[in-house]
């Protein structure tokens, strides 16, 4: 699991725009898989988000499946948390979700 975060992170690293605290990618909702919200880009790369803030959760119900094939805009923050092990770990936050007209 520790390794699948790691690639995860590295990947999305290397498909946003990085802000002042937050990074930003576009993607397709693939929808929520095994407790992540998953989104991939154009070139098939995926990127898992381990939560979502309560405006995003109030304004787009992403655990139905209304919004799977959807294209988006992800404003994202990721922090540094300890697992059960005391290890290191990257945990990735959606801030904003915006659908392009």
Known sequence: MKSILIVLFVA?????TFGQDTSTMNGTYEGYINGAY?????????????????????????????FVGK?????FIVDSE??????????STIVELLMPM
């Open 12 to 16: 999305v690293s290397s498909l946003t």
């Open 82 to 91: 300890l697992d059960e092990d005391d290890e290191e770990i990257q945990v």
């Open 71 to 75: 294209q988006f805009t992800i404003t």
């Open 38 to 66: 998953v989104f991939s880009d154009n070139e098939g790369n995926t990127a898992e988000f381990n939560d979502i803030t309560d405006d995003v959760a109030n304004e787009f119900d992403l655990n139905s499946q209304k």
